[in-house]
């Protein structure tokens, strides 16, 4: 019996270690996702027809994707990278070396929870866009291209203020 539980858990460490080695996002689709973005800025049309028309047609038009959901989160009041961040943002630096993303500059937006205050939150925000933007410069990225902003508890991914997912870093790409 006790070989059998053994071995049990041995497989199940094996497997969620292989898992979690894994990226969420493979270089080659983040770079998939972003390429046809080099052309985002305002846009102007024309359309015939009446005016309700043009507004359902308006409403059918895909919305650019300007960011894309990676696995980039924090523990509670820290801006430590674990390894799960890591391996992901190898990823996201093996997509910025692409030569179809050299145009592309980012914002690396750090967020909090809603544990601590809105001025500690603040600065806790930076701090974790600034480690995620120090391992992709130590990586090879250019600083000029990626851009370090803290925007606190704003934003949040659930509802829920004080849900882990909250504390995270998302990329986006720069358009001012």
Do not use: W
């Amino acid at each position: 019996m006790q070989l059998g539980s053994l071995a049990l858990m041995l497989t199940v460490a094996l497997f969620s270690t292989h898992a979690s080695a894994d990226p969420l996002q493979k270089s080659e689709d983040i770079v998939r996702f972003f390429s046809g973005a080099s052309e985002l800025g305002p846009a102007r049309g024309i359309c015939v027809g009446t005016e309700d028309e043009c507004k359902s047609k308006k409403k059918e038009a895909p919305a650019e994707k300007t960011s894309l959901d990676m696995l980039i989160n924090f523990g509670l009041d820290s801006a430590e990278l674990d390894a799960t961040a890591r391996t992901e943002l190898d990823e996201f630096a093996k997509a910025l070396k692409d030569s179809r993303l050299s145009t592309l500059d980012f914002v690396v937006e750090g967020y909090t929870d809603a544990s601590g205050s809105a001025h500690y939150n603040e600065g806790l925000s930076e701090r974790r866009a600034r480690s995620v933007t120090t391992f992709l410069t130590s990586n090879g990225i250019d600083p000029a291209r990626i851009k370090a902003t803290g925007l606190g508890e704003t934003n949040p991914r659930n509802p829920n203020p004080y849900d882990p997912v909250n504390r995270r870093v998302e990329m986006r790409i720069r358009t001012e």
